[in-house]
C-alpha cells in the first residue's frame, strides 16, 4: 500500500516540479523570493488537487502541508547557496532529488488514504512516464556538462513518456517502439548532424530500461 501511496505523491512532484515549471520558474526561482513562493504554490496545488478525492481529513491535510514545508527548506538550501558551484553540479542536482524523493517516502509512510481518483496501476504507468521524460532528460541536460542551453525536447518527451503505456499493453509491441524510436532519433540527429549522442540517446535508452523493469503485467 505505501508503495501505492508513493507513486500519488511522485506523481504531483513530477507534475508540480518539472510539468508546470516553466523555464521562467527554473530559471528565477533561485534568484527571487517571490518566484520560488509561486514554484511552492504550484506543488502544494498539485499536491491537493490529486489527492481530493480521497479522504482528505485534517490529518492527511496535515501530511500535505508539512511535505510542502519540506520542499520548500530544501529549495530554499539552493537559492541561499545559488552562487556556489557545488551547488550548480549535477551532482547536487542528484542529492537534490534524492532529498525530495525521500520526503515523498516519509509522506507515503504518514498519509491515510480511504480512496482516489485514478487508480493505483495507472498512476505507475503515468509517474514513470513523466519520470522517464522530464527527470531522465535534466539528469543527462546536466551530466552533459551544461554543454548548450536546455530545450525542451518534446518529441523526445513523447516518445520516452509512451513506452510505459506500450509497455503495460504488450511486451511485444514494447520492444518494437523501442526500436523505431531508437532509429527515429538516430534519423532525427543525422538530419540536425548532432555529433553528441550521449544527450540524445542516452535519456531514451535509459527510459527503456527503466519501463522494462518496472513495468510487469
Not at 491515510?112 to 535534466?138: M, R
Request: aromatic content about 22%; cysteine-free; proline content about 3%.
Amino acid at each position: 500500500m505505501i508503495e501505492n501511496i508513493f507513486f500519488y505523491f511522485l506523481l504531483s512532484h513530477l507534475i508540480g516540479d518539472y510539468v508546470f515549471q516553466t523555464s521562467y520558474i527554473a530559471r528565477y526561482k533561485n534568484l527571487k523570493v517571490g518566484v520560488l513562493i509561486l514554484h511552492i504554490s504550484i506543488i502544494f496545488i498539485s499536491m491537493f488537487i490529486l489527492f481530493l478525492p480521497s479522504d482528505l481529513n485534517f490529518y492527511n491535510f496535515f501530511i500535505i502541508i508539512l511535505l510542502t514545508f519540506i520542499h520548500l527548506s530544501i529549495d530554499t538550501l539552493k537559492f541561499k547557496n545559488r552562487a556556489k558551484k557545488a551547488f550548480n553540479s549535477h551532482t547536487y542536482y542528484i542529492l537534490d532529488q534524492v532529498m525530495h524523493f525521500s520526503s515523498l517516502i516519509l509522506a507515503s509512510m504518514l498519509y491515510k488514504p480511504q480512496n482516489f481518483f485514478i487508480l493505483p496501476e495507472y498512476t505507475k504507468i503515468i509517474t514513470l512516464g513523466l519520470f522517464n521524460a522530464y527527470f531522465i532528460s535534466l539528469l543527462f541536460y546536466m551530466i552533459d556538462g551544461f554543454s548548450k542551453p536546455y530545450k525542451r525536447d518534446y518529441l523526445g518527451y513523447l516518445f520516452r513518456f509512451s513506452l510505459p503505456f506500450i509497455k503495460y499493453y504488450s511486451n511485444i509491441l514494447f520492444l518494437i517502439f523501442s526500436f523505431l524510436f531508437i532509429i527515429s532519433s538516430i534519423l532525427i540527429m543525422m538530419k540536425k548532424e548532432e555529433i553528441n549522442t550521449k544527450s540524445e540517446l542516452g535519456p531514451l535508452a535509459f527510459s527503456i530500461i527503466i519501463t522494462y523493469l518496472t513495468i510487469w503485467r
